[in-house]
């Protein structure tokens, strides 16, 4: 066993651990939490061996990372998720290789993902990025769409052709209200959760928690964890 394996086993080994105590301190079955461990800067290769390790969601926050990497890793049994701020000339190419886009918090990015999805032949799925930091009418520091335009975002999503709304997805802001109160960010979101599946009862994904805080997210109730340094370690520089 090479080093690089030895190590993704053993970090692997205890986010699982955490994520199980999670769900059984919050009375959830550990099946009820998908884990995504995000690659970004790490090579195909350490996807390959996560791959091996039963890993089966990855995700990228930038396309030029992820398309080539998604292209050398198409053999394996992987769903991929884009979870970064994406521009709409970067659409074409996400729209080839990700199975879903988590942070679509925009009709022009609507607009263009559908047009791309079907020109691909693909359906993606999509979730609304919640911004627990904006203002009404404004994006977050790290993208995402105010509160109050979640159901006009979905709705959008909903119906255009080549997309799934999936669901929701946040970050825990560094400013505003929820700042330092990660749980309660993640308890806000699954309120908003439970409205859009009102309207849209499939739209059950909720993505929530990283490295740092998989645990609230677990308690509150997310559906997917999105982690990165706890399995890949601390990220190289990009200089």
Known sequence: MTDRRTQLVGNLARVEERIASACSAA????????????????????????????VRHVA??????????????ADLPLRWHFVGQ??????????????FVQSVDRVKLVTALSGAAVREGRELGCLVQVALDAE????????????????????AVAAAPGLRLAGLMTVAPLAGP??????????????????LRADHPAANM???GMSSDLEDAVAAGATHVRVGTAVLGVRPSLG
């Open 27 to 54: 009375g959830r079955a550990r099946e009820e939490v998908t884990l995504i461990v995000v690659t970004k800067t790490y090579p195909a290769s350490d996807v390959r061996i996560l791959s091996e390790l039963g």
């Open 60 to 73: 990228e926050n930038r396309d030029q990372d992820a398309a080539p990497k998604a292209a050398a890793c």
């Open 86 to 99: 994406l521009q709409t000339n970067k659409v074409r190419s996400v729209a080839g290789y990700a199975d």
């Open 136 to 155: 009404s009418g404004e994006r977050g520091a790290r993208g995402g769409v105010a509160p109050d335009g979640i159901e006009e975002l979905a709705a």
């Open 178 to 195: 929820y700042a330092g109160r990660r749980r309660a960010a993640f308890d806000r979101l699954m309120e908003f959760s439970s409205r």
């Open 206 to 208: 909720v993505s929530a």
